[in-house]
C-alpha cells in the first residue's frame, strides 16, 4: 500500500494549519507556471494594455488556479486535503463566474471575439476536471490545449481583438511544453500517490549494480518539473519587463 505519509504533491504543505490545505490546493507552481501562458500570449501582440493583462491574469487565476483545481479535489480526493466539499463546489462555482463575468466586462473594450473564449474556458474546465463526456478531455493533448494553448491564445486576443501568426505559434510552444509536463507529472503522481513498493536495479557496463527504488525514479521527474516551472516563470517576466518598460 502507498505511505500514508508521503505527500501527494512535491509542492503540498505538511499536516496543521487549515491554510496548508489551500497551499496544497492551489498546486502553487503549477498555476504560476500556466499563468505565465498568459503574460507571454499578451506580450506577443503588438501593444500591451495592462489594465488588460491583468484582468486575464486574475481570470485565469480565478479558473485555473481556484476553479480547475477545486473541481479536481472534488473528483477523488488526490491531495487528500480536508476542505469540506461544500466549499470546494462553491470555490469552483465562484471562480468561474469570477473568470466569466471579467470576460464578459472584456467584450465590451474588446469585442466579440472574446466570446468564443468565455465559452471554452468553463467547458475546458468542468469537461478537464470532471472528466466529462466519458473522459474524452481528460487527455495529455486536452490538457497541453487547456493548459497551454488557450491561455496563450486568450491573452492574444484580448490584447490584439483577434488572434495573429505569432500567437498561433505562441499557443503551439506552449502546447509542447505542457505536453511535457503531463509527460512528467503523470508518473511523478502515481509514484506519490498510488505506488505501494518499487524494486528493481540497473546493471552497468561495468557490472556495477545500482538499485532502483521509488526516489530515484521520482527525484529526476519532480527536478524537471521544479525547472519547468520556475523557468517559464522567469522567461513570462522577463517578456513583461521587455514589453512594458
Known sequence: MPDPDRRPAYYAAGPGAWWRDWWTLMHP???AWHLSYVVIGASLAAHVDVQRLVATLVAFFCAVGLSAHAADE???????????SGVLVAVTAVGLVVAVGLGVAGVARVGLGLVPF??????LVIGYNAELFGGALHTDAAFAVAWGSFPVLTAY?????????????????AFAISLAQ??????????????????????LTDGTVQPIDEDALRRPLEQALRALSWGMVALAAAMAVARLR
Do not use: E, F, K, N
Open 182 to 203: 503531463r509527460v512528467l507529472s503523470t508518473p511523478a503522481r502515481m509514484l506519490r500517490r498510488r505506488a505501494g513498493t518499487v524494486t528493481g536495479a540497473i546493471t
Open 29 to 31: 507552481p503549477y498555476t
Open 157 to 173: 486576443a484580448a490584447q490584439a481583438d483577434g488572434l495573429g501568426v505569432a500567437a498561433v505559434i505562441g499557443a503551439a510552444a
Open 74 to 84: 472534488l473528483h477523488g480526493r488526490p491531495l487528500r486535503t480536508s476542505i469540506p
Open 118 to 123: 468565455l465559452v471554452l474556458g468553463p467547458l
